[in-house]
């Protein structure tokens, strides 16, 4: 049965990665030996692994170099827009009832793909933290916490994030 659920999830995720494309949303290529998946592709299928789950029934778009929401937080790096039985973006809504789900990057922490690999850390906690509001989970303010509203050093980093990027790490030392 975990076996069944890991592929299941595994499957769901081919329909969430996406290239970091500016202002689009793009399905990904698949991976080659020779090509490792983007870096938003490779933090979505980490945050996968780290809630078992997959939100909005696979249907996730995922964008890059977005324009900050207006009204955010000029440091907000990410958002999530979606519907619910109760309203846009309302976390009261069973995660369920989520529609027309976007994880946005904004345009000034991570302009470009290498941006996003040279902080690859911080991006992957960062999707982790997203995928968790469009699987209903508010902000925790325990210290270490992924759900934390902000980041303030590397004790939020789920081991997930980690081992990708070591994996990530090797993966660049041997197609040189």
Known sequence: ??????????????????PAAAGAAQRAPKP????????????????ARYWGA???????KVVARQPLAKG???????????DSSLGANNLAAPAGSYSNCTISFGSFRWPTASSM??????LCTTMVHEVGHLLGHA???????????????RSSVPSVCRAAARAR???RASAR
């Open 1 to 18: 049965m975990a076996l069944l659920r890991t592929f299941v999830v595994a499957a769901l995720l081919a329909t969430l990665a996406v």
């Open 117 to 122: 690999s040279e902080d690859w850390e911080l």
């Open 54 to 60: 997959v939100p909005c029934n696979g249907h996730v």
């Open 72 to 82: 955010a937080d000029p440091t907000t790096d990410a958002w999530v827009t979606f």
């Open 139 to 153: 902000h925790d303010l325990t210290p270490g916490s992924v759900m934390a509203p902000v980041f303030t050093d």
């Open 32 to 47: 080659t030996r020779a090509s490792a998946p983007s870096p938003l592709a490779a933090a979505t299928n980490a945050a």
């Open 169 to 171: 790490a090797a993966g």
